[in-house]
């Protein structure tokens, strides 16, 4: 657990550091950060999503996930968390501008194959070497993310410890089921989502991003369900 702590640590301490800067700057420079945020994003989530191997269990994880979560209404759950936090943190801040950092923080911090690697290597070998440099790079993209949109980034270190915290806990148990594949393609299915973030930021398209969500679970039914049905 201690890595994972230091990894909510980091992306606190580049959220501070991001809004002291975000603070400094007059209105006209916005613009540029939430640009070079977004474009940060989408180069991350393509680099993610040529993870996958599975391009037609990528598309139907994508798209069932979609369809359930805008049923469930996850993206609606993810903003009233939002209210929740804001309300007792961070009362000056628009509802929907903090939601939208805490999401979109969340999935890039918790989508990706370090996250689930580095959490089983501190769970079942105390080898803390890939947790810590996901902190180092969480840390420099909280500076560019929480001066873009804020504290809700600041946030998702809460997300962050949950996940990895959780996934160290149960690595012992969890660990044999995890193959590369898997990885691989919960990693696609993140890229997705960093993407969505990235098109949103660079304000091409407004994406519920949070609809998209249940995604990961689907990738990973439809990995265990490849061994029966080949052609996924």
């Known amino acids: 657990m201690l890595a994972t702590l230091i990894n909510a640590l980091s992306i606190i301490v580049g959220s501070l550091i991001g809004l002291l800067l975000k603070k400094g700057l007059s209105k006209r420079y916005e613009f540029a950060i939430f640009t070079a ?56 801040e628009e509802d929907s501008s903090f939601a939208f950092g805490f999401l979109s923080a969340s999935v890039l911090y918790c989508s990706g194959a370090m996250a689930i690697v580095g959490s089983f290597r501190a769970g079942t070998e105390g080898d803390y070497s890939l947790i810590l440099t996901k902190s180092v790079l969480d840390g420099f993209i909280s500076i560019l993310f929480a001066s873009a949109m804020g504290p809700g980034v ?33 990693t696609g299915i993140g890229g997705a989502l960093v993407i969505m973030i ?8 407004k994406l519920k991003t949070g609809d998209f969500l249940p995604a990961l679970v689907l990738s990973v039914g439809l990995v265990l369900l490849m061994p029966f049905v080949p052609f996924l």
């Open 37 to 92: 945020a977004g474009i940060v994003s989408t180069v991350i989530g393509i680099q993610m999503a040529l993870k996958t191997t599975h391009i037609l269990a990528f598309a139907i994880a994508l798209i069932g996930g979609g369809l359930l979560g805008t049923l469930l209404d996850v993206e609606g759950g993810v903003l009233k968390l939002g209210e929740f936090l804001k309300a007792r943190f961070a009362k000056g």
């Open 198 to 205: 990235g098109i949103n930021l660079l304000d091409l398209k």
């Open 154 to 186: 600041a946030f998702a270190s809460i997300s962050v410890l949950i996940y990895q915290g959780f996934l160290t806990l149960i690595s012992v148990w969890v660990k044999p089921w995890v193959s590369n594949l898997m990885l691989g393609e919960l």
